[in-house]
């Protein structure tokens, strides 16, 4: 039976350049270095007229409340990733130690923003998911390997994923990392990249590693272009050492090795 897609909630067109976040993971000093990032750029050319945060605010053992005094005061249109719901929907015993870590950190305001957040995000010609349109948990350009990595799709599977949507321009996240592609529809999919966390390990659907090589900053800028999208990817460099002692002090050497090399 095919699944249902996830809820869109209807916004306003967005304006003609607009800035792309994504699985922040709780590292403030990276949401911060990319901040600073987007408002130099205002020194340059318009400013990003919008910003989207798709999913993945908090959870990680780094700085989850430092994390929430950046984003909740900014107006940003966001939507709501799996680590997101594990925070809401978990019981605090059956949480994984990273989400305990950042549940124990985030306040109740936190919870609230999290709370009103959609599960997709529907522009017109920009569609938004933190992973699939089916499914938050998922990976929609990439496949777990039995080599213990990840592997691209070919379009075609890509496009059967993007099933039903509408827009010209698809957003997407979860995998942290950052691309583009062209599917067989004439849709774009984007990726953003991590904010926060360039490598992970996960053992579902089997055990793999993840990493984007670097442990920079990711993010997109996306500009209309007549009837295209011109797309910049972003990385920004910043000082990991606070967010590399925090994830030590909680006992993951891997998050340390993550936000200081980019790898495990």
């Avoid at 923003?113 to 499914?135: N, S």
């Avoid at 942290?176 to 999919?189: D, K, R, S």
């Avoid at 590693?209 to 999208?229: D, E, F, K, N, Q």
């Amino acid at each position: 039976m095919t699944e249902p897609p996830l809820p869109l909630a209807s916004r306003a067109p967005l304006p003609d350049r607009f800035a792309v976040l994504a699985d922040i993971h709780g590292n403030s000093a990276a949401l911060r270095a990319v901040l600073a990032d987007l408002e130099a750029l205002g020194d340059q050319a318009p400013a990003p007229g919008a910003v989207l945060v798709l999913g993945d605010h908090f959870s990680g053992p780094l700085d989850a409340g430092g994390t929430a005094e950046l984003l909740l005061p900014l107006s940003a249109q966001a939507l709501r990733g799996n680590h997101d719901r594990y925070l809401l929907e978990t019981p605090p015993d059956h949480l994984g130690p990273s989400d305990w870590v950042a549940r124990a950190e985030l306040p109740a305001a936190a919870f609230d923003w999290l709370a009103a957040q959609p599960r997709g995000l529907d522009f017109g010609d920009v569609q938004a998911w933190h992973a699939t349109p089916r499914a938050d948990d998922r990976y929609w350009t990439h496949h777990a390997t039995t080599e213990g990595g990840v592997a691209l799709r070919p379009p075609e599977e890509m496009a059967a994923q993007a099933a039903g949507t509408t827009a010209a321009l698809l957003l997407t996240a979860h995998t942290h990392l950052p691309g583009l592609w062209a599917l067989p529809t004439g849709q774009l999919l984007l990726n953003p990249g991590s904010v926060g966390c360039p490598a992970y390990r996960d053992e579902a659907p089997m055990p793999h590693v993840v990493t984007a090589g670097h442990p920079l900053a990711s993010y997109a800028l996306v500009t209309r272009r007549g009837m295209g999208w011109a797309v910049a990817h972003r990385h920004v460099p910043y000082d990991s050492a606070e967010m590399a002692a925090r994830a030590r002090d909680h006992g993951r050497e891997d998050w340390a090795r993550a936000v200081e090399l980019g790898s495990l």
